[in-house]
Nanobody
Framework: QVQLVESGGGLVQPGGSLRLSCAASGTIFSSYAMRWYRQAPGKQRELVATITRDAGINYSDSVKGRFTISRDNAKNTVYLQMNNLQPEDTAVYYC????????WGQGTQVTVSS
């Protein structure tokens, strides 16, 4: 059974940092490109960052220069280092495979507020 478990979210002040983790089980993690998404209240899910199997990386314009995606295939885990967080980054963050979607995890809440 394929499972994605996101963690590392929390409440942080503007300008702060968080590191999100997404652990995958039940699948051959190294076979997938992986993506981080986020969904703010009342908004559609938004693509944040992509890392391919060979570590090619893309970011949305809204996070470029502040967020860093990485992966550890030995640990079946993808990470999202988020620096200089702003209130508009407040959302539930999810990871998933690409182009084949896996069952969505529960996400991890990130709240940026003073």
């Amino acid at each position: 059974q394929v499972q994605l478990v996101e963690s590392g979210g929390g409440l942080v002040q503007p300008g702060g940092s968080l590191r999100l983790s997404c652990a995958a089980s039940g699948t051959i993690f190294s076979s997938y490109a992986m993506r981080w998404y986020r969904q703010a209240p009342g908004k559609q899910r938004e693509l944040v960052a992509t890392i391919t199997r060979d570590a090619g990386i893309n970011y949305s314009d809204s996070v470029k220069g502040r967020f860093t995606i990485s992966r550890d295939n030995a640990k079946n885990t993808v990470y999202l280092q988020m620096n200089n967080l702003q209130p508009e980054d407040t959302a539930v963050y999810y990871c998933n495979g690409w182009p084949i979607l896996l069952p969505w995890g529960q996400g991890t809440q990130v709240t940026v507020s003073s």
